[in-house]
């Protein structure tokens, strides 16, 4: 398996301009996770899925954030409009529930979409 | 949820151990404590997780005592290529699989 994949890897944008960051998340996987990352805040969970539906959103800054995952292959965070504070790593990650519900899933992380908003 | 802390950089040498201590006061009785690590330019990669007691695999290990307030990631004999960023964990399992996430330690290996 070729891992989580996301597109794009950068991104450089004008405030105001919509931008949408996109994820495939490894075959099988049955959660799914997106982080924004920065230097002041750390790594911060944005929201999460479970078998495509959404479980807890309470992460997304604001009404400008949104994600979808219309299948069990893909995912997107949208971003309209955008500003220059949005300008963070944007990661993506996976995991599947292989046990009971006292198991811990391991999650595995894309190589995330370094986003810049002039 | 539980909050973590734990130091915000530590030094070492090449051939040293380097042990990290976390803190998680709070922790509850699901909780898992893990351990990832993230090298720069690239995601967080997980190294080593434990419920309670003493854990190790082939790169770490995990020593937890009996009350889980506390843990501590052992690298034996680092090297540079252990420069890196490592975040303590509490939480995952059951019906909630939100992890929060600090900022987390940064090693920095010496030659």
């Known amino acids: 398996d070729a891992g989580v994949i996301q597109s794009p890897r950068h991104e450089v944008t004008e405030m105001g301009q919509e931008v949408t960051l996109r994820c495939k998340p490894i075959?099988?996987?049955?959660?799914l996770f997106w982080y924004r990352q920065t230097m002041m805040r750390g790594l911060e969970l944005l929201i999460y899925f479970n078998n495509n539906v959404p479980i807890d959103d309470s992460g997304m800054p604001e009404d400008r954030f949104s994600a979808k995952m219309p299948n069990a292959s893909f995912s997107t965070l949208k971003i309209q409009p955008s500003e220059p504070r949005d300008s963070a790593v944007y990661f993506c990650?996976?995991?599947?529930?292989?046990?009971?519900?006292?198991?811990?899933?391991?999650?595995?992380f894309g190589p995330g979409t370094r986003l810049t908003v002039l | 949820l539980a909050k973590t802390t734990q130091p915000i950089s530590m030094d070492s040498y090449e051939g040293q151990e380097v042990n990290i201590t976390c803190s998680h006061n709070?922790?509850?009785?699901?909780?898992?404590i893990t351990w990832y690590q993230q090298f720069p330019s690239q995601g967080p990669r997980f190294i080593i997780q434990?419920?309670?007691?003493?854990v190790t695999n082939e790169v770490a290990s995990l020593f937890i005592p009996a009350d889980r307030k506390s843990s501590t990631l052992s690298l034996p004999r680092v090297s540079l290529s252990d420069t890196a960023v490592y975040y303590c964990l509490v939480g995952g399992a059951g019906n909630n699989r939100k992890l929060i996430w600090g900022l987390g330690t940064s090693l920095a290996v010496n030659p």
């Open positions: 990650a996976s995991s599947f529930n292989s046990g009971g519900p006292l198991s811990y899933n391991e999650q595995f």
């Open positions: 075959s099988g996987h049955d959660y």
């Open positions: 709070n922790i509850a009785t699901n909780d898992y």
């Open positions: 434990g419920y309670k007691t003493k």
